[in-house]
Nanobody, 120 residues
């Protein structure tokens, strides 16, 4: 199983970026998906999560600016980031709780991360 994230880059404060993360491999089903981030000198923190049915949860710091969504047919989760701030600078990691053909219970998988840099 692979989670491939893309869409990071350099953007000015106030700008927007859209991250994508596609899960591939021997996947039977995907439960929750989400985005986490780790800024310079900081611990990894939750940004947003979404259930298979579309229920969402956001960190207080991104509410009203970021929107998480998913396409179950494509095994893909997205993060639309608007009104970006310098403090949003971080490596963003996608996460999926999924069941593969090799196991009958869900396991956590992580992507390698994509860097988002917001300049002031």
């Amino acid at each position: 199983v692979q989670l491939q994230a893309s869409g990071g880059g350099l953007v000015q404060a106030g700008g927007s970026l859209r991250l994508s993360c596609a899960a591939s491999g021997s996947i039977l089903s995907i439960n929750g998906m989400g985005w986490y981030r780790q800024g310079p000198g900081k611990q990894r923190e939750l940004v947003a999560t979404i259930t298979r049915r579309g229920s969402t949860n956001y960190a207080d710091s991104v509410k009203g600016r970021f929107t998480i969504s998913r396409d179950n047919a494509k095994n893909t989760v997205y993060l639309q980031m608007n009104s970006l701030k310098p403090e949003d600078t971080a490596v963003y990691y996608c996460n999926a709780d999924l069941i593969t053909v090799l196991a009958d219970f869900p396991m956590d998988y992580w992507g390698k991360g994509t860097l988002v840099t917001v300049s002031s």
